[in-house]
Antibody, heavy 118, light 110 residues
Framework: VQLVESGGGVVQPGGSLRLSCAAS????????IHWVRQAPGKGLEWAAC????????YYADSVKGRLSISRDDSKNMVFLQMSRLRGDDTAVYYC????????????WGQGTLVAVSS | QSALTQPRSVSGSPGQSVTISCTGT?????????VSWYQQHPGKAPKLLIY???KRPSGVPDRFSGSKSGNTASLTISGLQAEDEADYYC??????????FGSGTKVTAL
């Protein structure tokens, strides 16, 4: 089982960035995929989820309207389009997988760092 | 929504038991049997220890156990080991498909 994030980097406030998460080793279409973030020295924060069928997407209030999650089942990939970024979006972003119908995170990637700074 | 409340730190001698509490409300911890616990070593991704309040994934040592009473969930480490030194986070379903993490607890083996 593997989840590999990419796309992190330094971006100016107000800018945009697209994160990717490549999945392998499990039945991708049976899992909900989440993005969980962790600001430097801080705790974990759930940010977004795309359900196993791709039809339903959910967001934390803190990111609603600025982050958009999507999945491409033909490539076993999930994306997080980030726009209107702010300083408090600076964090390591993890993708995590949850079996459909469950409310926990079974598998995690290694994370990718997003730094919002001028 | 505010993070679930966890003690900032707990400690114990090797072999002792330690318990970490996770306090929420009737809208999250108290309202659903969907509490999970994660262990995170420095610089590493979190690892699932407990799901659905009390269930342990295969491969997780049985010294880790979970419980819940009212709006408070707990993680107990029975027989603390040096490698258990890490940060621990609870997480609860909070309705309308949102998930809420706890503030995190640092466990130290004295």
């Amino acid at each position: 089982v593997q989840l590999v994030e990419s796309g992190g980097g330094v971006v100016q406030p107000g800018g945009s960035l697209r994160l990717s998460c490549a999945a392998s080793g499990f039945t991708f279409t049976s899992y909900d995929i989440h993005w969980v973030r962790q600001a430097p020295g801080k705790g974990l924060e759930w940010a977004a989820c795309v359900r196993f069928d791709g039809h339903n997407r959910y967001y934390a209030d803190s990111v609603k309207g600025r982050l958009s999650i999507s999945r491409d089942d033909s490539k076993n990939m999930v994306f997080l389009q980030m726009s209107r970024l702010r300083g408090d979006d600076t964090a390591v972003y993890y993708c995590a997988a949850s079996p459909s119908g469950y409310r926990d995170f079974d598998f995690w990637g290694q994370g990718t760092l997003v730094a919002v700074s001028s | 929504q505010s993070a679930l409340t966890q003690p900032r730190s707990v400690s114990g001698s090797p072999g002792q038991s330690v318990t970490i509490s996770c306090t929420g409300t009737s809208s999250d911890v108290g309202g659903y049997d969907y509490v999970s616990w994660y262990q995170q070593h420095p610089g590493k991704a979190p690892k699932l220890l407990i799901y659905d309040v009390t269930k342990r994934p295969s491969g997780v040592p049985d010294r880790f156990s979970g419980s819940k009473s009212g709006n408070t969930a707990s993680l107990t480490i029975s027989g603390l080991q040096a490698e258990d030194e890490a940060d621990y986070y609870c997480c609860s379903y909070a309705g309308i498909y949102s998930l809420l993490f706890g503030s995190g607890t640092k466990v130290t083996a004295l």
